[in-house]
């Protein structure tokens, strides 16, 4: 059995432990804002579950401002019935994470080049 440092190659992490559950809920609850892009593991799988809804209702419960992106992560609000409990929520994930890196984003390209109207 892996002490959670490490998965053997011949094994699959399919979700992180109580123990880190617990360390991301402990952040989640000092935060002031949280972003939260992607499910740790396989979610869908009830076995593999914990994870995802641990941090799911710790964000949810939060008082910070909570943005969550990904169609899966959304996926998993809407499995536990939290989605309306968070600041905002897009299926963009990958597009969230490209827009916090500073990347212009294409469709913010064309929403710029567009005449004042039509925005």
Known sequence: MSDGLEVPDEQMGLD???????????????????????????????????????????????????????ADTVRALRAYGLQDRVSHLSTGGGAMLEFLEGRELPGVQVWRGAPAAAR
């Open 16 to 70: 992180i432990g109580p123990d880190t559950a617990d360390r991301y809920t402990a952040e989640i609850d000092g935060a002031a804002t949280v972003f939260w892009n992607g499910p740790r593991g396989r979610f869908e799988l009830p076995p593999f579950a914990g994870g995802t809804r641990a941090i799911a209702h710790a964000v949810a419960a939060a008082s910070a401002i909570a943005i969550v992106g990904g």
